[in-house]
Nanobody, 122 residues
Framework: QVQLVESGGGLVQAGGSLRLSCAASGHTFSNLAMGWFRQAPGKEREFVAVITGSRGRTYNADSVKGRFTISRDNAKNTVYLQMNSLKPEDTAVYYC???????????????WGQGTQVTVSS
């Protein structure tokens, strides 16, 4: 069992930055691929970014490329999402998730955090 706890959400003006953190416990963290997803009101949960366990290979959704950066610190069992140049359309609940392999598919992730709200004002 893996427990995930997100933090770092909040209210920010358009063009601003936030850094989300997700602390993991209950599993060998470096063996897990970690992803970030988001869900806006009335919309499905969508993929944002993923990072592999040991080599740190990353991939971002087109909607956040050049603005968001996923990273991890295996010594701290933590994954981060640095969000720059935020837009109102980035407003959503952001979730971190853990999977046993590299994947972009929501259904492949076995463990989820409780989510953290990000609100970007125009």
């Amino acid at each position: 069992q893996v427990q995930l706890v997100e933090s770092g959400g909040g209210l920010v003006q358009a063009g601003g930055s936030l850094r989300l953190s997700c602390a993991a416990s209950g599993h060998t963290f470096s063996n897990l691929a970690m992803g970030w997803f988001r869900q806006a009101p009335g919309k499905e949960r969508e993929f944002v970014a993923v990072i592999t366990g040991s080599r740190g290979r990353t991939y971002n959704a087109d909607s956040v490329k050049g603005r968001f950066t996923i990273s991890r610190d295996n010594a701290k069992n933590t994954v981060y999402l640095q969000m720059n140049s935020l837009k109102p359309e980035d407003t959503a609940v952001y979730y971190c998730a853990a999977a046993g392999r590299w994947t972009l598919l929501r259904e492949d992730y076995d463990y989820w955090g409780q989510g953290t709200q990000v609100t970007v004002s125009s």
